[in-house]
């Protein structure tokens, strides 16, 4: 969302007019100012990582279309971010008619309720006050799940109608989300999930653009843009979302997964990097951003985890998180800086990974979450390692266990300790430090718990684990 400029000056509709403010539709808007920015060559999504090609330029076109969006992908896919994203394309600052007893942002050129339609009639146009909406307050989103028809199309208020109001003005009905977002653009999360007869209200909508509430015989020319949301194994599955629904919406953008590891790194580095500096800040060796992605990766391959639920990308950056904070406790308790995640980090994640992975459970073979777990990060671990054998060589590193040699590592470990002991070790050990090229301690333990946990992912070397720490050994 972009900071507010200065609220324009214009304060009534004489004045407005005089300006020459043209009236235009939510999508004319929309379009006319993603045209502008496309001509200056701006980046139309900033922040988005790896859509460039396939996502990105299909909103451009449903944009230029004029098109409502459904974006179609699982969890963790940056569909509502997106969807935030495109009040960017909206003027910043919109005029309506400055009324308390409106309810909705009326156009002053084009109103569209009858009080609305009454004061720009009856009233001298310099008597007709002006306020200003910014682009940031014209989106509003809603979830699925428990949403009501007068949620977000309306509802006929008992206490109007109590005080006197007739049934027959408009003035008895209260309000949904939808059409207070006249003149916006409103997002509904997890379509499928709907009840059938607020689907039938959006088809309505989509279809004639008028708000029917109760069989009362009022028509609204209502101006949205309406984006829906939703998962593919639910939104295909018959009766789920209504034939004529899914026939009005105009575009369907399907979503993805990152296609690779390195675009998978940059959107947590991205979204993580906030979380390094400060007080105690934290180095993260680039193998350490591998084995973190690589573990969502596996986990979406994963026989064992449902794939029609997917594996979020929030999966990547509160295991991220989780990890960073280890690193940063031992730097703080042992006094070490900067602090350097390891591998014995990664055993912390239980609390943020479990809750994020659904099992599949005919392939579980009843496999519990946390051994499906343990399985993903062993074989995360052994990808990322692999790489880096193929690169340095490290391998030979595991012929210096058969001399008997046994090393002990621990995430409260001092790196110092690390160092100490490998000075009995041979010049070998060298190339361990070829995969974070650094003199400093922190990262030198770093490399040195990723190469024995490597080793061991390839049955090279065994491992006892006891109390928190870890004991490698031939």
């Known amino acids: 969302m972009s900071t507010p400029s200065e609220v324009p000056t214009i304060s009534n509709l004489s004045e407005l007019r005089q300006s020459g403010w043209k009236s235009k539709t939510v999508k004319h808007e929309l379009r006319d100012n993603f045209l502008v920015a496309l001509q200056a060559g701006d980046e139309l999504f900033p922040g988005i990582v790896g859509y460039d090609d396939t996502v990105i330029p299909e909103i451009n076109l449903a944009i230029l279309a004029g098109h409502d969006m459904l974006f179609l992908g699982e969890k963790g896919q940056a569909k509502s971010r997106i969807m935030r994203m495109l009040v960017r394309f909206l003027d910043e600052w919109t005029p309506y008619i400055d009324h ?35 682009r940031n307050d014209r989106y ?71 708000v029917q509430i109760r069989g009362y015989p009022i028509k609204f020319d209502l101006d949205v843009m309406i984006l829906f949301s939703a998962n593919p194994s639910t939104y295909n599955r018959s009766g789920k979302v209504i034939p004529q629904l899914k026939d009005r919406i105009g575009s369907i953008i399907q979503t993805h997964y990152p296609s690779d590891r390195d675009q998978g790194i940059a959107i947590l580095q991205q979204e993580a990097n906030d979380d390094l500096g400060g007080p105690f800040p934290v180095q993260v060796p680039y193998f350490m951003y591998e084995v973190v992605e690589e573990i969502t ?25 989780t ?39 005919m392939g579980s073979h009843q496999m519990s979450e946390r051994q499906v777990l343990d399985a993903v990060v062993a074989e995360a671990i052994q990808v990322v390692f692999q790489k880096y054998v193929e690169q340095h060589g490290t391998a030979e590193i595991g012929e210096i266990f058969k001399k008997g040699v046994r ?50 992912s390839m049955d090279h070397i065994s491992r006892s684990q006891r109390h928190g720490s870890i004991e490698y050994e031939i």
């Open 100 to 134: 308390p007893e409106l309810p909705v942002h009326e156009d002053p050129m084009d109103p569209i309720t009858s009080l609305g339609k009454r004061l720009v009639k009856e009233l001298p146009e310099d008597q007709i006050k002006i306020a200003w909406w910014h």
């Open 140 to 210: 509003s989103e809603r979830l699925s799940p428990g949403t009501k028809f007068a949620d977000i199309i309306g509802e006929i208020d008992p206490g109007k109608l109590t005080s006197g109001v007739s049934m027959n003005a408009e003035a008895a009905l209260a309000f949904g989300l939808i059409p207070r977002m006249h003149r916006g653009i409103f997002a509904m999360n997890e379509l499928p999930e709907l009840d059938d007869l607020v689907q039938v209200g959006l088809f309505n909508i989509l279809e004639e653009r008028d």
């Open 297 to 321: 990766n596996q986990a979406r391959r994963s026989k064992f985890i449902d794939h029609q639920s997917g594996v979020s990308a929030r999966f990547s950056l509160a295991n991220f998180r």
């Open 323 to 361: 990890m960073v904070a280890s690193a940063r406790q031992r730097s703080v308790v042992l006094g070490e800086s900067p602090a350097v995640p390891r591998i014995s980090d990664l055993g912390h994640i239980y609390s943020s990974a479990l809750g994020k992975l659904e099992l599949d459970l």
């Open 407 to 456: 090393v002990e590592v621990g995430d409260m470990l001092p790196s110092a300790v690390y160092a100490e002991r490998l000075k009995r070790v041979p010049p070998v050990w060298e190339k361990a430090f070829e995969v974070n090229a650094s003199a400093s301690e922190p990262v030198r333990a770093s490399c040195v718990e990723f190469v024995l946990a490597g080793l061991y």
